[in-house]
């Protein structure tokens, strides 16, 4: 079962039917006692990186994903709920995330190495570029997926990156590391690349159930 974080901050309907699309049993849930019953966690996010973070504090949901990330427990950040992962965000004065991966949240910036004007906030498609190999992309090819941001993650570890996206900057698109993964785009409004992703983090969910 996926346990999908609800701390007040995310698109929680349209990640709930991605799952019920990709085959998962799921749960949504605010509160510890009922997420413990689930084997591996999504954390969606859509808003403001200072906000998330004090409602985490305040629910004691912070305190949680650490621990289930201590016990080994798959978890999948998306969008907002990817950069709560690193360290630190720049967004309405400088706040500190979770820090399960290295990193610093920073603005995109309007314009492109050759001073060409860039839109922010991104929003739309962007094509994706792995760089390092990883279980969450067995049946997943390199295509397309949906971004709507105005942050992106600067100086994380190079092995952390697993795929990005051009807009501008390299943007980090999927990170991981260990049993910790995220996506700064949308994979439950990114068709055919968002599904296959989804359906191999739930996978990965169901074999680690199995090999307890």
């Not at 807009?167 to 910790?180: D, H, M």
């Amino acid at each position: 079962m996926i346990g999908v974080i609800d701390y007040g901050m995310g698109n929680l309907f349209s990640v709930s039917k991605a799952l019920e699309r990709a085959g998962a049993s799921y749960l949504v849930s605010s509160d510890v006692n009922e997420l413990k019953q689930a084997d591996a966690y999504v954390l969606p996010g859509v808003g403001s990186f200072r906000d998330a973070m004090q409602l985490l504090k305040q629910t004691g949901l912070e305190t949680f994903i650490h621990q289930i990330v201590q016990e080994g427990k798959l978890l999948f950040g998306i969008c907002l709920g990817m950069q709560l992962l690193f360290e630190e965000s720049e967004e309405a004065g400088m706040t500190k995330g979770l820090g399960l991966l290295k990193g610093r949240v920073v603005r995109l910036q309007d314009h492109d190495q050759n001073g060409q004007r860039v839109k922010v906030p991104h929003m739309g498609w962007n094509e994706l570029t792995f760089h390092q190999p990883s279980p969450l992309f067995d049946g997943v090819s390199e295509g397309y997926a949906y971004f709507v941001h105005s942050y992106y993650v600067s100086d994380m570890e190079q092995e952390e990156k697993l795929a990005s996206a051009t807009y501008g900057v390299q943007v980090p698109a999927i990170v991981g590391k260990g049993n910790v993964f995220g996506a700064q785009f949308h994979p439950e409004k990114s068709s055919t690349t968002g599904m296959a992703l989804l359906k191999q983090f739930i996978q990965l969910a169901n074999e680690q159930r199995v090999n307890k």
